[in-house]
């Protein structure tokens, strides 16, 4: 039974926006692995991103330097 997690940080998706990325893997998975949609689990975890970094950087910290 394919089981897909996916991480997405705490910066307000919508249950509508959630909907599309478990149709999205569905779909993936349904027509590049051939798996049928009725057994597979998509788990959607939201998590902080106080812990995530890119290029050496915070996430939040790289966001304000975009921005300046």
Same mark, same amino acid.
């Given at each position: ?11 307000? =998706?919508?249950?509508a926006? !959630? =909907?599309? *990325?478990? #149709?999205? @893997?569905?779909?993936l *998975?349904?027509? @590049? *692995?051939? !798996? ?6 998509? @788990? ?12 050496? *950087?915070? @996430? #939040?910290?790289?966001r ?5």
């Amino acid at each position: 039974m394919p089981y897909v997690n996916i991480k997405i940080t705490r910066e307000g =998706a919508t249950p509508a926006q !959630k =909907a599309e *990325l478990i #149709a999205g @893997v569905t779909d993936l *998975l349904k027509q @590049v *692995l051939n !798996k049928d949609p009725e057994t597979t689990f998509v @788990v959607i975890d939201e998590v902080e991103m106080d812990h995530w970094g890119i290029g050496g *950087l915070p @996430v #939040a910290e790289y966001r304000r330097r975009k921005v300046d």
